[in-house]
C-alpha cells in the first residue's frame, strides 16, 4: 500500500498494476472504511456515505453531533474502535447510530487557545441517563436499510460486532448497563429480527468482552470465544447452537492477542503470557487436538507477523538488555534466521538498564517493579526518588522488553541526573487474570494507595533512596492516582 500526493494505492510489482484504494476526495472525509466488493463507507457532515465507482450514496439524513453514525460508542470499552462493519463479501454494511440528545453535557476546558474556553461533550454519569445506541445494516445493491430489533432497555451495551461466513447473520455481544450481565445475540441481516441468543455469561462484579466471535476458517459453524470464566482469559470453542465443546487453553496465564489461523485453518496461532506476566510469546494452537506449541524462544517481548499459509513467522523481539532482534522462523520445525540484531543505541551514553523484581501486596499477590539506579551510584550516599505510575485496568507497565516496556529516555536522563526512578504496576492492571483486575471493584484508588505505601516501605529499606524527597506523577489514571495519594498519605 502506498500513499501517493492526497490518495492512497495497492502496487503489484509482480504484475506492474495498481489499483486506488482511497482518492484524495476521500481522504477528508471521517471513518473511511473500504470493503473487498470495491464500495467505501464514510461519514461526511455527520451522515452515512457509501461510493462505488464514483457514485456516492446518503445513507442516513438525520446526523448530528448528537445523532452519532457510524462512529465508534459506548466511550470506546468493550474493545470498541470503530463504527462501520462491512460483511465478509464486502456486499452488506453494518453501522453504529448513537442518539445522545438525553445524555448531559459535561463541560471541558480547552486551554489550547487564548483565552482558554469551554467545551461541552456528551459524558455519561453513573445513575444519569445513558446514550442509546442501535446498529443498522445497509445493503447496497437494493439500497434497503434495517435496523436490528436489540430490544429493551434501550441503554444496554451493544459490543464485539461479528458476520457470519455467509454474510446471513450479524452476533452481537449484548451487555446491561451494570454491565455484570452478557447475552451472545444473533439477528438476521436482511431483516434485524433476533434469531437467538447463543450463550449469556454473568459476572458478580462485572463482564467485560473486549473481542468479537471468530469462526473457524474451515468450518463455519464453529467460532472461538475469549472469555476470563475461569479466572484468565482463554479460548473456548463454541458451535452455532451455543453450546462450548471445549475450552482450548488453559493455565494461570493470559491469552494476550489472536493472530490468525494457517492457510488451511488447522492451526490457530496466539500471544500469551504462559511464562510470565512480563513476557510475550507466540503459540500454535491445533484446533482439532486442542494442543498447543510454543513458536518464540527466549524470555523476551515477542512481537509477531505469520506468513499467510502459516508456514514462518517474523518475530520482532527485544528484552531488558537487548533492545531489538528480527528472526524468520519456520513454523514447522522452529528453525529460525536473524535478520537483524540491534546495536544498544545507548552504548556511548552513560547511562545503565533498570532491574526488574518484584514486592508483595498487603494480599501477597506479586507486584512487578522496574528501578533505575543513579547513574555513578555511590552506596555512601541518599538520592532523591521518582515514581511513575498508572495503577488501571487496561495497562501494564512492567515487560521484559527493552527500557522495561514503561520506561522511556527521559526516566535515563533523570537517572543521570542523580534520581532513584522507580515504577510499578499495582493491582487493577492489565494481564495479571480476573481476580488481580477486580480487586479495585468499587474500591478504585484503595487498592493503589495500599499498593503504593508497600512500595514506600520497599524504599524506605534501600540506604540509598531519600525517601523524603520522594516525588509520584503518572498520567490519566495514574494523574488520578498521584492526587489521591497526595491527599490521603502527605
Request: hydrophobic share 35%; aromatic share 12%.
Amino acid at each position: 500500500v502506498l500513499s501517493v500526493g492526497k490518495g492512497k494505492i495497492t502496487l503489484d510489482p509482480t504484475k506492474n498494476t495498481y489499483k486506488v484504494l482511497v482518492n484524495q476526495d476521500l481522504l477528508v472525509k471521517e471513518n473511511v472504511e473500504e470493503s473487498k466488493a470495491g464500495y467505501v463507507a464514510y461519514l461526511d457532515n455527520f451522515n452515512l456515505f457509501v461510493v462505488k465507482d464514483g457514485a456516492a450514496e446518503q445513507v442516513t439524513n438525520d446526523g448530528t453531533k448528537d445523532i452519532v453514525y457510524a462512529s465508534s460508542v459506548h466511550r470506546e470499552e468493550f474493545g470498541i474502535s470503530k463504527g462501520i462493519f462491512w460483511s465478509n463479501s464486502g456486499k452488506i454494511l453494518a453501522f453504529y447510530r448513537m442518539d445522545q440528545q438525553m445524555v448531559t453535557d459535561y463541560p471541558i476546558i480547552d486551554w489550547s487557545t487564548r483565552p482558554a474556553k469551554n467545551v461541552n461533550i456528551k459524558y455519561p454519569m453513573a445513575g444519569d441517563k445513558s446514550h442509546e445506541v442501535t446498529l443498522g445494516v445497509y445493503h447496497p445493491e437494493t439500497k434497503a436499510v434495517v435496523y436490528l430489533k436489540t430490544g429493551e432497555p434501550v441503554e444496554q451495551y451493544l459490543t464485539n460486532i461479528a458476520w457470519s461466513p455467509d454474510d446471513k447473520f450479524i452476533f452481537v455481544a449484548v451487555v446491561n448497563r451494570g454491565q455484570n450481565h452478557m447475552k451472545l445475540n444473533q439477528y438476521s441481516a436482511a431483516t434485524g429480527e433476533f434469531v437467538a441468543t447463543l450463550f449469556e455469561e454473568k459476572d458478580e462484579k462485572y463482564i467485560e468482552p473486549l473481542v468479537p466471535m471468530l469462526f473457524l476458517k474451515n468450518d463455519g459453524t464453529k467460532f472461538i470465544w475469549q472469555s476470563n470464566r475461569d479466572g484468565w482469559n482463554h479460548l473456548y470453542l463454541y458451535d452455532l447452537k451455543g453450546k462450548v465443546l471445549r475450552q482450548l487453553t488453559k493455565g494461570n496465564w493470559e491469552v494476550t492477542e489472536v493472530k490468525g489461523f494457517d492457510a488451511k485453518g488447522d492451526q490457530l496461532f496466539y500471544k500469551a503470557t504462559a511464562e510470565s506476566p512480563i513476557t510475550r510469546n507466540l503459540y500454535s494452537l491445533n484446533v482439532k487436538s486442542g494442543k498447543s506449541r510454543r513458536i518464540t524462544q527466549g524470555s523476551a517481548v515477542h512481537n509477531t507477523q505469520i506468513s499467510s499459509t502459516g508456514n514462518s513467522v517474523i518475530d520482532n523481539l527485544s528484552s531488558q538488555d537487548q533492545p531489538r532482534v528480527i528472526d524468520l522462523i519456520e513454523t514447522a520445525s522452529l528453525k529460525k534466521k536473524t535478520l537483524l540484531k540491534a546495536a544498544n543505541p545507548l552504548a556511548d551514553y552513560a547511562t545503565q538498564n533498570s532491574s526488574i523484581f518484584t514486592i508483595k501486596s498487603s494480599t501477597g499477590d506479586d507486584l512487578y517493579c522496574s528501578l533505575y539506579k543513579p547513574v555513578g551510584y555511590d552506596s555512601t550516599k541518599k538520592y532523591p526518588v521518582i515514581v511513575y505510575w498508572y495503577g488501571g485496568s487496561h495497562a501494564q507497565l512492567i515487560l521484559n522488553s527493552w527500557n522495561a516496556g514503561a520506561g522511556d529516555y527521559w526516566f535515563r536522563y533523570m537517572a543521570q541526573q542523580g534520581y532513584v526512578v522507580l515504577t510499578m504496576d499495582t493491582r487493577g492492571s492489565d494481564n495479571r487474570g480476573k481476580a488481580f483486575e477486580q480487586s479495585m471493584f468499587r474500591r478504585v484508588g484503595d487498592v493503589q494507595m495500599d499498593d503504593m505505601m508497600n512500595a514506600v516501605t520497599y524504599l524506605k529499606s534501600l540506604p540509598y533512596a531519600d525517601t523524603n524527597n520522594m516525588g509520584l506523577f503518572g498520567w490519566s489514571f495514574g494523574g488520578f492516582n498521584t492526587v489521591d495519594f497526595m491527599l490521603n498519605h502527605p
